[in-house]
């Protein structure tokens, strides 16, 4: 699963529009999210990412796929100045 697929599945889950979402991270209209999430669109941002989770409600956490190698686990949050 990509970022993308990620962002529109946390959408349904929630059961926000784009626009609802555009709202949240202080868009002015639907068109910021929806050209994050265009098939023609390259990769978004990590802090985009992150920003549409945590409107959402989600975290973002980054953990090694073998805990018995390496148990320790990192929290992604935005920036002051990007909230």
């Known amino acids: 699963m990509n970022e993308k697929e990620i962002i529109k599945s ?3 889950d929630c059961g926000w529009s784009q626009k609802t ?3 949240k991270v202080g868009y002015s209209g639907q068109s910021g999210v929806g050209n994050h999430l265009s098939k023609r669109s390259s990769s978004m941002k990590v802090s985009e990412f992150v920003k549409y989770l945590s409107a ?3 975290e973002v956490i980054v953990k090694s796929s073998s805990d018995k190698k390496n148990p ?3 929290k992604l949050t935005l920036e002051e100045e990007d909230k």
């Open 21 to 23: 979402l555009a709202q």
């Open 10 to 12: 946390a959408l349904d």
């Open 72 to 74: 320790i686990q990192w």
């Open 56 to 58: 959402m409600g989600y």
